[in-house]
């Protein structure tokens, strides 16, 4: 079997899928296709099925905030194809401030734990997952962590005074900014 | 061989004696008894944990203050030592060993991470034991050296030499533990 390359792919992509692959480009010596978020899960089925490609392992995927771009949530998935040793990696965008994408679970069993971290994190929902919850992160925790717009500090600190650290003079007021 | 001068034997405590008799306060002799026989449970979660390793080794010798023997069980430990980054998720697990542990029993937070969070001024990480359990000596460093460690110990060894019989029962004692929430 011939190893497909990233041009098949996209071939492939923009025959079956027509306008959902919204941009591609080249980081790390690693092609990324930003697609539409609607299509996730039938291209991620579709290359898993695929007798020329059989993207059958999930890598990695995470969630990522952007929180100056009008699309400010995004997931990323890396797919590898062991048979051909090709990698490719997806981007999918949400304006949404309560994001929601389809769970890839039907295709990888892997994306459960994934997912459930890129919930803990961001607070990103996913369609059609069994047991969406922190796996983390403390339970009882109120907020998502990685979300720009919390501190990434413990509010809890006592012995640290933030006029010592520069933080007020940027109106980095983290008390304040937890309330919010 | 051995040179006894660097030796220190402990003093009996202050008492009458006599022919054939010696009275003291019971106090002080279970005081002095607890103070040399602490059986410590190394709670040790990062790099203050290998500072312990070498303060129980040949060099700093731990054993020399009658803290020879290690308990694994905090059912059989007396001192509770805390040596590392607490981070929240194991925060419930230090609180039940702590609970496990027999009265009487103290606690000594071994560097800035179990004493205040150290330098993870950051959501995962508990900001200070204390938030959870009482303590009785803190130890700065980061890490501390082995010196420091047993110089916590000594202190703790003065707490326990110097602890009344009835503290474990006095209200200002079940006040503090139900600050804490326990009992």
């Known amino acids: ?180 | 061989m051995t040179d006894t001068n660097k030796v220190t034997i402990e003093k009996a405590p202050a008492g009458f004696e006599g022919p054939g008799f010696f009275a003291t306060s019971l106090d002080k002799v279970v005081g002095l008894a607890r103070k040399n026989s602490l059986w410590p449970l190394p709670f040790a979660t990062s790099c203050c944990g290998i500072e312990f390793m070498s303060t129980m080794a040949s060099t700093y010798d731990f054993a020399r203050f009658g803290a020879e023997r290690l308990s694994f069980s905090p059912r059989q430990a007396d001192l509770l030592m805390v040596m590392g980054t607490i981070a929240k998720k194991m925060g419930p697990v230090l609180r039940q060993v702590y609970e496990q542990m027999a009265e009487p029993r103290w606690v000594l937070s071994v560097g800035a991470c179990a004493s205040s969070g150290g330098i993870f001024d950051s959501y995962p990480v508990l900001q200070g034991i204390d938030k959870i359990i009482p303590v009785d000596v803190y130890v700065p460093g980061c890490p501390p050296r082995p010196e420091q460690i047993i110089e916590g110990v000594i202190n703790i060894q003065q707490l326990v030499q110097n602890e009344s019989l009835r503290r474990r029962n006095a209200p200002e004692y079940k006040a503090l533990l139900a600050s804490y929430g326990i009992e």
């Not at chain 1, 039938?42 to 771009?69: K, V, W």
């Open chain 1, 1 to 180: 079997m011939e190893r497909p390359t990233i041009g098949d792919i996209r071939d492939a992509l923009n025959a079956k899928f027509s306008g959902a692959i919204v941009s591609e480009e080249e980081q790390y010596d690693f092609t990324v296709f930003t697609i539409r978020k609607e299509s996730l899960l039938e291209i991620a089925r579709y290359l898993y099925n695929d007798e020329q490609f059989q993207f059958r392992y999930l890598t990695t995927a995470c969630g990522i905030h952007y929180p100056s771009s009008p699309e400010p949530f995004a997931m990323m998935y890396q797919l590898h194809s062991l048979v051909h040793n090709v990698r490719i990696r997806f981007k999918t965008y949400s304006a949404s401030k309560d994001p929601e994408f389809d769970s890839l679970i039907p295709v990888f069993s892997a994306a459960n734990w994934m997912e459930r971290e890129a919930y803990d994190f961001y607070g990103f929902r996913f369609k059609g997952h069994p047991n969406l919850k922190r796996i983390l992160n403390v339970e009882d925790m109120d907020y998502f962590p990685m979300r720009k717009e919390y501190p990434v500090e413990d509010l809890t600190r006592e012995d640290k005074d933030d006029t010592m650290f520069g933080r007020e003079a940027s109106g980095y007021d983290r008390k304040k900014l937890m309330k919010e």
